[in-house]
């Protein structure tokens, strides 16, 4: 297990109207930036595995706690939360640190923005890594009516759209037990139960599967989200429509070198259109559920760094 005591303090930088808290290691290797992007309901600190080998490897590692995050600001409008802001964030990190370009590595929602940054500001991209979600190309519905139609109106991500609030209540009122059921690993599957999963699971007494972490690991987290709540990160949902339409006239191919990680028992589905809309792409699968970087930590790493080396060896 990790100590939270060996993860680096942060920094506010203020960046595009707001201030993000950045965790950054390796500025020894100036030049060499990758800029790692946490998913939903998570934190920089999910990251912490990976840090001490990328600044080891020579990268200049900069880890945001993006808007909505920790102590990142907390914007009231819904809309500020769309891609255009959260990439737009990156960029300005960029600015700030005096960078053309980075690797940028995204799990969960961190993956989404990686795929929306990369399309919205390919100059800025070097090369993607992206982590549980695959590229999502636009088909023809807006995706929460797409998720709607093919999963139902309980499903938490159209549940976080029809009824703002709701679910945002529920884990605020428990933080602890919400997280702790979470973020679990090797979970017996279970029968679907009616209602919304997410607001049951918060509810729930016992958690299923085995710890992913100890419990100061844990307890990162819950802090984090008791001084934040959780509404910040759900807006990042509720923009998914909007992203949709701001993504319309937008060219759909990512033409960078990318590297997609899947865990096998992850929930969300494999794309078998990948290839299609991220030509250069490698694909990885390792052996384990969601929090693929926390719950494979070492094979996770290896996979991030083999592949930049064969990057840097095919450019070299």
């Avoid at 690993?185 to 972490?213: S, W, Y």
């Avoid at 490698?282 to 930049?308: F, M, S, Y």
Wanted: with cysteine; glycine share 8%.
């Amino acid at each position: 297990m990790f100590d939270p005591a060996d993860f680096p303090e942060p920094v506010m930088v203020s960046v595009n109207g707001v201030q993000l808290e950045v965790f950054e290691a390796g500025q020894q290797n100036a030049g060499n930036p990758i800029v790692l992007c946490h998913g939903w309901p998570e934190h920089a600190f999910s990251w912490r595995y990976q840090m001490p080998a990328l600044v080891a490897a020579g990268y200049h590692v900069i880890v945001p706690n993006q808007r909505g995050y920790g102590n990142s600001s907390r914007p009231a409008e819904v809309t500020d939360y769309d891609i255009e802001h959260l990439s737009g964030d990156l960029v300005a990190l960029l600015d700030h640190y005096g960078y053309e370009d980075a690797v940028f590595v995204g799990h969960d929602w961190g993956a989404i923005v990686v795929w929306g940054l990369t399309l919205l500001h390919p100059d800025r991209v070097s090369k993607v890594i992206n982590l549980s979600v695959p590229y999502l190309d636009r088909g023809e519905k807006p995706w929460v009516e797409f998720i709607e139609d093919a999963l139902g109106s309980d499903f938490y991500y159209v549940h976080f759209n029809r009824h703002p609030g709701v679910a945002d209540a529920v884990f605020d009122e428990n933080v602890h037990r919400f997280l702790r059921n979470m973020y679990r690993k090797n979970e017996p599957p279970r029968e679907p139960q009616p209602g919304m999963a997410l607001i049951n699971l918060a509810r729930e007494e016992t958690p299923r599967g085995e710890p992913l972490m100890s419990e100061r690991e844990l307890a990162v987290f819950v802090s984090a989200f008791e001084t934040s709540g959780f509404t910040g990160g759900i807006n990042w949902y509720r923009n998914a429509d909007r992203n949709w339409h701001l993504l319309a006239d937008v060219e759909p191919i990512i033409r960078q070198p990318a590297l997609m990680i899947y865990g096998d028992r992850d929930v969300v589905p494999k794309s078998d259109k990948l290839a299609e809309f991220v030509p250069d792409v490698e694909v990885v699968n390792l052996d384990c559920g969601h929090w693929i970087q926390q719950e494979k930590p070492e094979e996770t790493t290896r996979a991030i760094l083999g592949w930049l080396e064969k990057q840097a060896g095919l450019n070299g």
